[in-house]
Nanobody, 123 residues
């Protein structure tokens, strides 16, 4: 399975972007699709996930600003990012796996990854 993350770009602080993660085949219905981000010199960190149970988990650092949804018709999982801050600047990756809830924040729980899309938030 190949994943394609898209929607990144340059935005001013306070602006919004919508990222999408699409799969080359199959559906996301039985998988957890997670968004991670990695800033230069930092480790990849969990942003949020859409679980196969159709529930979402969102990291506290973005809660209230970022939401995750799944579009079954387009077979995408989307990350809506509002009120962006310069510290949100990173390459955003989507990953697919079947982690248990306690492992949902670990990158090692995901076995397919997209190539990443760059989000740059200017101050």
């Amino acid at each position: 399975v190949q994943l394609q993350a898209s929607g990144g770009g340059l935005v001013q602080a306070g602006g919004s972007l919508r990222l999408s993660c699409a799969a080359s085949e199959g559906t996301f219905s039985t998988y957890t699709v997670a968004w991670f981000r990695q800033a230069p010199g930092k480790e990849r960190e969990f942003v949020g996930a859409y679980r196969a149970t159709r529930t979402t988990v969102v990291d506290d650092s973005v809660k209230g600003r970022f939401t995750i949804s799944r579009d079954n018709a387009k077979n995408t999982v989307n990350l809506q990012m509002n009120s962006l801050k310069p510290e949100d600047t990173a390459v955003y990756y989507c990953g697919v796996g079947r982690p248990i809830l306690s492992s949902i924040r670990s990158p090692t729980s995901y076995y397919y990854w997209g190539q990443g899309t760059l989000v740059t938030v200017s101050s």
